[in-house]
């Protein structure tokens, strides 16, 4: 019995959905640009795949694969139109520890438990929590991703010496090296200028390999970082033993490459997003992303998630359909079986001028202009967010960016608790409490009455507050106690009938009146035994 091929699995799945992409609606000229868009990325796909796979310490195919099958699922099943998924170093940095200890097969179940979980997240609909992600976290993420692109093209001027050792390129190789980076990247700058033909990363690509090849110069090729020649990915069971101790060792990777690959893909949809002026698909690229890896472990693919580098080249190219991303997937494929000879002879200075185009356009240059005019808060995080992308990781340095930016939220927020008192001629004084009240003002709250000295009766206000927590609520209840304690009248106003509900002892001091606001507070109530905790 033969094994079952990508090609027969992919035929049998269901395409329908595909159908956003507006296929009825491509014109000649808006296919050309797809195609052509799809193999501009093609192109920047090969040498980031073998570098990729070099890192985590597997066959260059490995990551060959991992680029066309994920970039083939998640063109088709993907969130956002335009987006290219493929083999990452985000990814690839954590792989290379399980592969040095357990072999590329436990690397394979990995992917495959990975996927598994991206489809949970994708299923619960956990997509949705990127929104929490702040604006001052984006651009420090795309910050830092653009320097590590950046950084990731230094390799390229690298060679092996005489004694087998790695050296920085010198003397005319660098010259030569340089300059035909410069040449790409002028060209990409001019061609947009002349024509919209063709894509403006392809046309550098292409003249700068037509330039190479036609003088004999002697440049890194792709084809020095390895073969890409090779056949159609085939149905493979990772043959790891099924037993609680190969769980054991893949369940922590899979969780972490699960969580990396969502978090980096989800900024991308975001980025890509605002390029497009699309909104939405969170979920169900949970869902393209989950289903791409798990077949990916099935075909012998390092796994991978979205690129925000190669998303880019091809929204700029003009990918802005699904086609582009297909196009770019069936590409890579047909090098790896077909045109392996060919695309090893392009010169690795075209796609690193191309790369460094991509980093001018993704670095958020604005950020230098208005970091004297945000808030401090702020330009620390975007300057932290950076930093952590650039020494450590990508996801680690969004966790990192949403925790600092929530306590410096709250820290803010704690402080604008406070009091406006009037008094009344009745004797009567009224306190009118304005800002949140939650757990991190409590303390200021507590602070702003005097019941000790003030009058018999006295009104607590909350028309212009929001009660917001349990703290919160316990808060009320502590005061309303000490002024109950002196013998004195309170009454609190303005209350939502939430808050009512809720509150235990003070419950009995509210005034009812039709301008009461009407929100819910976090918490739930037990009758049984009076008091207040829990999640609502």
């Not at 090849?213 to 890194?220: H, M």
């Not at 185009?357 to 970091?371: E, Y």
Request: include cysteine; charged fraction near 15%.
């Amino acid at each position: 019995m033969t094994k079952p091929t990508l090609a027969s699995i992919v035929g049998r799945l269901p395409i329908a959905d595909w159908r956003n992409a507006s296929l009825a609606t491509l014109s000649p000229m808006l296919i050309k640009t797809e195609v052509l868009a799809g193999l501009t990325v093609a192109l920047a796909l090969v040498p980031e795949a073998v570098a990729f796979a070099f890192v985590a310490g597997v066959h260059p195919l490995v990551g060959l694969y991992a680029a066309f099958i994920v970039g083939l699922m998640t063109a088709v099943f993907g969130g956002r139109p335009g987006m290219i998924s493929g083999a990452t170093g985000a990814l690839a940095v954590v792989m290379v520890a399980l592969v040095a200890s357990h072999g590329v097969e436990y690397l394979f179940a990995t992917v495959v438990l990975m996927g598994i979980l991206q489809l949970l997240a994708g299923a619960f609909r956990l997509g949705k929590f990127i929104r929490l992600v702040p604006h001052p976290v984006m651009l420090g993420f795309v910050n830092g991703l653009a320097i590590v692109i950046f950084l990731a093209q230094m390799s390229q001027f690298m060679v092996i010496n005489d004694l087998g050792a790695q050296e920085w390129m010198a003397g005319s190789t660098l010259i030569l090296m340089l300059g035909l980076v410069g040449l790409t990247m002028a060209v990409i700058w001019l061609v947009p200028k002349i024509t919209t033909a063709i894509p403006a990363p392809l046309a550098g690509i292409g003249i700068v390999a037509a330039v190479v090849i036609g003088f004999g110069l002697d440049v890194p090729r792709v084809g020095d970082l390895a073969s890409i020649e090779g056949g159609l990915p085939l149905f493979h069971i990772p043959t790891v033993p099924l037993s609680l101790e190969m769980l054991k060792v893949i369940f922590p990777y899979a969780v972490i490459l699960a969580a990396i690959g969502l978090i980096e893909s989800l900024l991308t949809l975001n980025i890509v997003g605002e390029m497009t002026g699309k909104r939405g698909g969170a979920s169900r690229e949970c869902l393209a992303q989950g289903l791409a890896n798990t077949v990916t472990g099935f075909f012998g693919g390092m796994g991978g998630c979205a690129m925000i580098g190669q998303s880019m080249i091809n929204v700029k190219s003009g990918g802005r359909t699904r086609l582009s991303a297909l196009s770019a997937a069936l590409f890579l494929l047909a090098f790896i079986l077909v045109a392996s000879n060919i695309i090893e002879q392009i010169p690795l200075a075209a796609l690193v001028g191309v790369m460094f185009m991509v980093v001018i356009g993704t670095f958020a240059w604005q950020t230098l202009r208005i970091m004297r005019r945000i808030p401090m808060n702020d330009a620390f995080v975007i300057v932290l967010v950076t930093g952590v992308t650039v020494a450590y990781d990508l996801a680690i340095a969004v966790v990192v960016g949403v925790i600092v930016s929530a306590l410096t939220y709250a820290w803010t927020n704690a402080r604008r608790i406070h009091a406006r008192i009037d008094d009344t001629k009745e004797g009567v004084k009224v306190y009118k409490i304005d800002g949140p009240l939650f757990f991190g003002s409590t303390d200021g709250f507590a602070e702003l009455f005097s019941p000790d000295t003030d009058p018999d009766s006295v009104i607590v206000d909350f028309m212009d507050s929001r009660v917001a927590d349990q703290s919160a609520l316990q808060a009320i209840e502590d005061m309303a106690s000490r002024y109950q304690d002196l013998g004195k009248t309170l009454q609190l106003r303005h209350l939502s009938r939430d808050c009512h509900k809720l509150l235990n002892r003070a419950g009995q001091l509210m005034v009812d009146s039709n301008d009461d606001p009407d929100y819910g507070v976090a918490v739930e109530y037990s009758i049984q035994t009076g008091m207040l905790g829990g999640e609502h």
